[in-house]
């Protein structure tokens, strides 16, 4: 198999829960886990490594299915809990309706709802300039998500791909189980030893590594007869969509290629459901409340339920032309459209040649010229 077909690269550091507006360390870890290999999986490995050597890597298509599974959507049914208080308060409804979308697997309203819609239309711009993969960075999906479903949607994936499997994780239980907790241990020392993290965002992390970890630790990874019919469904599902490669993103433009990844996106969480975790049952079971609002800024509180634990963390939200943003969004979707090189003026916007002829003078109609 050749390089191509065998590995795909993904910046781990973007990938997200998709409840949750922060970036988290949580796919990296994993990824260094489970980066790919060609003997069994040795655990020595990952306890050798060093906490300054963290970084992104490359694997196998199959590798990032099971890596979201373990990194977006560890998510066990639980008893309907009673609302947090301040539910009904603006602020914390407003979070609570950004979950939506994702539910109904319509990508293109996750985006709308999340940005302005001035930013939005800049955001659209800077997608067709190549400057821009928002919100890809904000969803349990790859930023190279074109290159992914070009591995997927290749002539021959699903034997490529099983036999990928079968070469690395096939029947690997014992390993993936010790890797797991490896993994738990080093993720929450790596966390432990980074600076440029504020506390809150610390302990949510170290929660999130705790809960994935343990549920890694049983999960049904190496099971081959759950892969080869998830194999089947997320080709079939690339292939629908008609993307294969980052520059087909860049011509169909963001809302296009948001409403052809719409379906893959189901086809995913349908995927996930057959190693017995829902991401609808998390959405469904997501609770947020006010912990305070001064003005134009609100502090939200979001639980939900991941692999057994209640994940709990603080987000802030502002407000903007009349409705609440993720803070950090907001932040973030700004720098971008900053550093993104400005789009080209119109031709029609150039300066003519020669003085434009004066207009011609208004017919006698009996009204005054419009804007007069």
Same mark, same amino acid.
């Given at each position: 198999?050749?390089?191509?077909?065998?590995?795909?690269?993904?910046?781990?550091?973007?990938?997200?829960?998709?409840?949750?507006?922060?970036?988290?360390?949580?796919?990296?870890?994993?990824?260094?886990?489970?980066?790919?290999?060609?003997?069994?999986?040795?655990?020595?490995?990952?306890?050798?490594? &060093?906490?300054?050597?963290?970084?992104?890597?490359?694997?196998?298509?199959?590798?990032?299915?099971?890596?979201?599974?373990?990194?977006?959507?560890?998510?066990?049914?639980?008893?309907?809990?009673?609302?947090?208080?301040?539910?009904?308060?603006?602020?914390?409804?407003?979070?609570?309706?950004?979950?939506?979308?994702?539910?109904?697997?319509?990508?293109?309203?996750?985006?709308?709802?999340?940005?302005?819609?001035?930013?939005?239309?800049?955001?659209?711009?800077?997608?067709?300039?190549?400057?821009?993969?928002?919100?890809? $960075?904000?969803?349990?999906?790859?930023?190279?998500?074109?290159?992914?479903?070009?591995?997927?949607?290749?002539?021959?994936?699903?034997?490529?791909?099983?036999?990928?499997?079968?070469?690395?994780?096939?029947?690997?239980?014992?390993?993936?189980?010790?890797?797991?907790?490896?993994?738990?241990?080093?993720?929450?020392?790596?966390?432990?030893?980074?600076?440029?993290?504020?506390?809150?965002?610390?302990?949510?992390?170290?929660?999130?590594?705790?809960?994935?970890?343990?549920?890694?630790?049983?999960?049904?990874?190496?099971?081959?007869?759950?892969?080869?019919? &998830?194999? $089947?469904?997320?080709?079939?599902?690339?292939?629908?969509?008609?993307?294969?490669?980052?520059?087909?993103?860049?011509?169909?433009?963001?809302?296009?290629?948001?409403?052809?990844?719409?379906?893959?996106?189901?086809?995913?969480?349908?995927?996930?459901?057959?190693?017995?975790?829902?991401?609808?049952?998390?959405?469904?079971?997501?609770? $947020?409340?006010?912990?305070?609002?001064?003005?134009?800024?609100?502090?939200?509180?979001?639980?939900?339920?991941?692999?057994?634990?209640?994940?709990?963390?603080?987000?802030?939200?502002?407000?903007?032309?009349?409705?609440?943003?993720?803070?950090?969004?907001?932040?973030?979707?700004?720098?971008?459209?900053?550093?993104?090189?400005?789009?080209?003026?119109?031709?029609?916007?150039?300066?003519?040649?020669?003085?434009?002829?004066?207009?011609?003078?208004?017919?006698?109609?009996?009204?005054?010229?419009?804007?007069?």
């Amino acid at each position: 198999m050749s390089d191509t077909g065998r590995q795909h690269a993904w910046n781990y550091e973007n990938l997200t829960f998709s409840t949750v507006p922060e970036r988290t360390v949580v796919a990296r870890l994993a990824a260094n886990a489970f980066r790919q290999q060609d003997a069994p999986i040795d655990q020595g490995n990952i306890v050798r490594m &060093s906490l300054s050597t963290v970084r992104a890597g490359r694997f196998q298509s199959i590798a990032w299915v099971l890596l979201a599974a373990l990194c977006a959507s560890s998510c066990q049914r639980s008893d309907t809990a009673a609302a947090l208080p301040g539910a009904t308060a603006e602020p914390a409804a407003a979070m609570q309706s950004m979950t939506m979308p994702l539910r109904r697997n319509d990508l293109v309203a996750y985006a709308r709802i999340r940005v302005t819609p001035a930013q939005y239309t800049q955001l659209e711009a800077a997608w067709r300039s190549g400057a821009s993969r928002w919100p890809l $960075t904000e969803l349990p999906l790859p930023n190279e998500v074109g290159n992914l479903l070009g591995t997927l949607s290749a002539p021959g994936a699903e034997r490529q791909l099983q036999q990928a499997f079968d070469a690395q994780l096939a029947g690997q239980a014992q390993g993936i189980r010790q890797a797991a907790q490896s993994l738990g241990q080093f993720g929450v020392q790596y966390l432990r030893s980074r600076n440029d993290y504020q506390p809150e965002q610390r302990a949510h992390y170290v929660q999130l590594v705790d809960a994935l970890s343990a549920w890694a630790a049983t999960a049904p990874l190496a099971d081959r007869a759950r892969a080869k019919a &998830s194999i $089947t469904d997320l080709v079939t599902a690339a292939r629908a969509t008609g993307i294969g490669s980052d520059a087909d993103l860049q011509r169909l433009g963001m809302e296009e290629s948001l409403r052809r990844l719409g379906p893959f996106w189901a086809a995913a969480k349908q995927v996930l459901e057959r190693y017995d975790l829902s991401l609808d049952t998390s959405l469904d079971a997501l609770r $947020t409340g006010l912990i305070k609002q001064e003005g134009e800024r609100a502090q939200v509180r979001l639980r939900y339920p991941l692999a057994a634990h209640d994940i709990d963390l603080t987000i802030a939200l502002i407000k903007r032309e009349g409705h609440w943003y993720p803070q950090q969004t907001q932040d973030e979707v700004q720098a971008l459209l900053s550093a993104a090189p400005a789009a080209p003026l119109p031709d029609a916007a150039a300066a003519p040649d020669t003085p434009p002829a004066a207009p011609a003078p208004p017919a006698a109609t009996g009204q005054r010229p419009a804007g007069r």
